[in-house]
């Protein structure tokens, strides 16, 4: 079992900029995805940006140059640094850890909100 925590959520004005960290615990794999999922009020889960263990990171065209990801595989924490804000990334923002011993298991955090505004 894996359990995923998240933090630094909060309020943010618009061009703001906030860091999310997600620390993992438990049966975590040497090879494993972590990344960020967002949800808006009224829309769909949707990917932000995920990075394997090897240190590869992918992002959504959405947040493409202003979402950073990264990962401390010491530490088993992922981190999403987001800048220049805006009030359309407001969005509960969820952790996830995706592993496979043959077949793919996707781990989530509780969320953490984000919310843009001035």
């Known amino acids: 079992q894996v359990q995923l925590v998240e933090s630094g959520g909060g309020l943010v004005q618009p061009g703001g900029s906030l860091r999310l960290s997600c620390a993992a615990s438990?049966?975590?794999?040497?090879?494993?995805?972590m990344g960020w999922y967002r949800q808006a009020p009224g829309k769909e889960r949707e990917l932000v940006a995920f990075?394997?263990?090897?240190?590869?990171?992918n992002y959504a065209d959405s947040v493409k140059g202003r979402f950073y990801i990264s990962r401390d595989n010491a530490k088993n924490t992922v981190y999403l640094q987001m800048n220049t804000l805006v009030p359309e990334d407001t969005a509960v923002y969820y952790c996830?850890?995706?592993?496979?011993?043959?077949?793919?298991?996707?781990?989530w955090g509780k969320g953490t909100l984000v919310t843009v505004s001035s």
């Open positions: 996830n850890l995706k592993q496979s011993n043959g077949n793919a298991v996707d781990y």
């Open positions: 990075i394997t263990s090897g240190s590869w990171p």
């Open positions: 438990g049966s975590i794999f040497s090879i494993n995805v």
